[in-house]
Nanobody, 115 residues
Framework: QVQLVESGGGSVQPGGSLTLSCAAS????????MAWYRQAPGKQRGVVAT???????NYADSVKDRFTISRDVAKKMLYLQMDDLKPEDTAVYYC?????????WGQGTQVTVSS
């Protein structure tokens, strides 16, 4: 099993920045890929960014060029650097890890972007 704990959420003004962190523990060596998802009230949960074990990244069109996903293998950490935040980025952000057979989820962290 893999345990994931997100942190770094909060409230920020439009145009501001936040960095989300995800601490992984447990069977970390089984992880093939990791991702950030988000879910706004009344909307479906959707993928924000993914990173493979080889370091390849992909982003949702809505966050491309503003968000950066990265991983620190030694520290067992996943990050999401969010720049130029917009009100539509407001959501609960979830860390996800895949080991081919299963998906593991963190508890989520709230990001609110408003004036």
């Amino acid at each position: 099993q893999v345990q994931l704990v997100e942190s770094g959420g909060g409230s920020v003004q439009p145009g501001g920045s936040l960095t989300l962190s995800c601490a992984a523990s447990g069977a970390v060596n089984s992880i093939n890929a990791m991702a950030w998802y988000r879910q706004a009230p009344g909307k479906q949960r959707g993928v924000v960014a993914t990173i493979t074990s080889g370091g390849d990244t992909n982003y949702a069109d809505s966050v491309k060029d503003r968000f950066t996903i990265s991983r620190d293998v030694a520290k067992k950490m996943l990050y999401l650097q969010m720049d130029d935040l917009k009100p539509e980025d407001t959501a609960v952000y979830y860390c996800n890890a895949d080991d081919t057979m299963r998906n593991f989820w963190g508890q989520g962290t709230q990001v609110t972007v408003s004036s």
